[in-house]
């Protein structure tokens, strides 16, 4: 079983940062990879950032120059470093892995989400 635990949410003014983390654990041989999207109010899920197994990252264009995702291979853990928030940022979260298992399955996993809401 792998599970993957999100945090670092919350309530955040205009211009501020936040850090979401995404611990994954269980039987995972090796991470392929990682993406968080992102559910904002009434509307559908969009992709807003993937690492690769081999470092390569990608971004929505919204939030090019002020979203960092990363990795910890030793922990098995992503984060995204999000800066100069907006209001228009405001969804839930949720951070998403693809994974070989330790029993040579490529699976995929999704975190319970964590809300982050930008307002002044």
């Known amino acids: 079983q792998v599970q993957l635990v999100e945090s670092g949410g919350g309530l955040v003014q205009p211009g501020g940062s936040l850090t979401l983390s995404c611990a994954a654990s269980?039987?995972?041989?090796?991470?392929?990879?990682m993406n968080w999207y992102r559910q904002p109010p009434g509307k559908q899920r969009e992709l807003v950032a993937t690492?690769?197994?081999?470092?390569?990252?990608t971004y929505l264009d919204s939030v090019k120059g002020r979203f960092t995702i990363s990795r910890d291979n030793v922990k098995n853990t992503m984060y995204l470093q999000m800066n100069s928030l907006k209001p228009e940022d405001t969804a839930v979260y949720y951070c998403?892995?693809?994974?070989?298992?330790?029993?040579?399955?490529?699976?995929?996993?999704w975190g319970q989400g964590t809300q982050v809401t930008v307002s002044s």
């Open positions: 998403r892995l693809r994974a070989w298992t330790t029993n040579f399955r490529l699976n995929e996993y």
């Open positions: 269980g039987s995972i041989s090796s991470m392929v990879a």
């Open positions: 690492i690769t197994s081999g470092g390569t990252t």
